[in-house]
């Protein structure tokens, strides 16, 4: 397993754009790219993250959603699909590993009902509520290329993009 570089706003905005490619099968390679991607996220730290945050357009999540002192809990989704939103909403403030240090309230759907892969390439249907719910959402959206700045006004989502560069400036 490797820790790999996440890409952020401030460098790699095109990159985090693009639209994830579907997964044909869950084979070895593909296994090592989620355990690169949950010892990525561990390390971070960070509660999920899709594949193209570490530069591969491919349609892979990890998540643990494990809070501090318990035992980890390791989830991964291949080719996730929602099935079905709730028509009531969950207001949340998210932030997100590419977008370090910056947080703010989404509204998404409450409920919704995913359909995905395992890591042994087996089919999932279950569906998620609560902080669950908000992650899959959030993390999958990233593999249509939506950031959840996106969801923001276009003032606070400019300057959370500059607040990035600044801070990506400062650590260099």
């Given at each position: 397993m490797a820790i790999r570089e996440i890409l952020t706003v401030a460098d790699h905005?095109?990159?985090?754009?693009?639209?994830?490619?579907?997964?044909?099968?869950?084979?070895?390679?593909?296994?090592?790219?989620?355990?690169?991607?949950?010892?990525?996220?561990?390390?971070?730290?960070?509660?999920g993250l899709a594949a193209i945050q570490v530069g591969v357009a491919k349609r892979v999540i990890v998540m643990d959603l494990a809070r501090e002192g318990e035992d980890k809990q390791p989830r991964y989704f291949v080719?996730?699909?929602?099935?079905?939103?709730?028509?009531?909403?969950?207001?949340?403030?998210?932030?997100?590993?590419?977008?370090?240090?910056?947080?703010?309230?989404?509204?998404?759907?409450?409920?919704?009902?995913v359909r995905y892969l395992n890591y042994q390439g087996e089919q999932v249907e279950e569906e998620a509520e609560g902080l669950f719910a908000v992650c899959i959402q959030h993390e999958m959206d990233h593999l249509e290329g939506v950031l959840f700045i996106d969801y923001l006004s276009r003032l606070k989502r400019d300057r959370a993009v500059q607040k990035v560069k600044k801070l990506v400036r400062s650590a260099a």
């Open positions: 905005a095109a990159i985090l754009k693009q639209v994830s490619e579907p997964v044909a099968r869950v084979d070895d390679d593909l296994r090592a790219l989620m355990d690169d991607m949950l010892e990525t996220m561990y390390d971070a730290p960070g509660i080719n996730p699909e929602i099935l079905w939103r709730s028509e009531d909403t969950l207001p949340y403030e998210e932030g997100c590993l590419s977008i370090p240090e910056i947080y703010d309230e989404v509204d998404r759907p409450a409920r919704v009902r």
